[in-house]
């Protein structure tokens, strides 16, 4: 008659409840085949078809929810956000408006201005980042208890492609391989522009070029700095008269011993 709940029995024992009082549809069932009425699973059906599922263990934090399906789980929001929380407090989230992103939420959810974030856009393409909305200390740390690998495709075969090494969303050098070589570029003046450059190229055998460029002049010096010893080894033996390998200096950057200029 709508005054009072309608129990649920087996054997005797009242292993449950269906009450449709407090202005929503309430499913109740007791632990262990009631065994007591104290811990328990709920169904809450309130306006608009709003649906809590919860478990309720009185004396501590064991009243597990556990999902056993022998097929897959769907999860279909008809908003564009899925809330992940402990206690109540939101930790976390998906969201779906343009973009399919994952946050995580600072110190389990102590609020929402600061967090980890994961952006899936078109063609795959993601960014990982991290807000933190007073300052700059949201630094993201790869702590791997075996390697780190980066593997990226160098689509346009220079050394501006590949791996892109960025300060404050500028381009200041990059890491990369590509005509079986591997280049290290660093550009001008923290990325002011990619014309000037110095680049470190390693080809077969190890045989390895150090270079500096400048595009409107020739002032791209290379200057060493050292607070210690400078050391020249060339680990090779000599051989016949006029054909040792040594070091050679090159004044007119033709490296040629019989032009007089080496």
Do not use: P, W
Not at 135 to 141: E, G, I, V
Not at 165 to 193: I, Q, R, V
Not at 207 to 227: K, R
Request: with cysteine; net charge negative; glycine share 10%.
């Amino acid at each position: 008659d709508g005054s009072t709940a309608i129990f649920l029995q087996y054997a005797g024992t009242t292993i449950g409840a269906i009450d449709g009082g407090d202005n929503k549809s309430t499913l109740t069932l007791y632990e262990a085949g009631g065994a007591s009425e104290n811990d328990m699973f709920m169904i809450e059906v309130e306006a608009a078809g709003a649906t809590t599922i919860k478990t309720i263990d009185v004396a501590g934090v064991a009243g597990h929810l556990t999902l056993e399906i022998d097929g897959d789980i769907t999860i279909d929001a008809a908003s564009t956000n899925t809330y992940l929380k402990v206690q109540r407090t939101t930790y976390g989230a998906f969201k779906s408006d343009t973009y399919s992103e994952l946050f995580l939420y600072e110190a389990a959810g102590a609020s929402t201005d600061d967090f980890f974030r994961i952006r899936c856009k078109t063609n795959g393409e993601t960014d990982i980042s991290t807000t933190d909305a007073s300052a700059t200390a949201a630094h993201l740390t790869l702590a791997a208890d075996g390697q780190i690998k980066l593997d990226a495709i160098n689509a346009t075969s220079t050394d501006a492609d590949g791996i892109l090494l960025k300060t404050n969303g500028t381009t200041f050098g990059t890491l990369t391989s590509h005509h079986s070589l591997s280049t290290l570029t660093l550009y001008e003046a923290g990325g002011s522009s990619t014309d000037d450059y110095f680049n470190i190229t390693v080809d077969a055998a190890g045989a390895t070029t150090i270079s500096t460029v400048d595009a409107g002049g020739e002032v791209a010096h290379l200057t060493f700095a050292v607070d210690g010893d400078t050391t020249i080894d060339r680990n090779t033996a000599l051989t016949a008269t006029g054909t040792a390998k040594g070091l050679y200096i090159d004044y007119d950057h033709v490296a040629a011993v019989a032009d007089g200029q080496v």
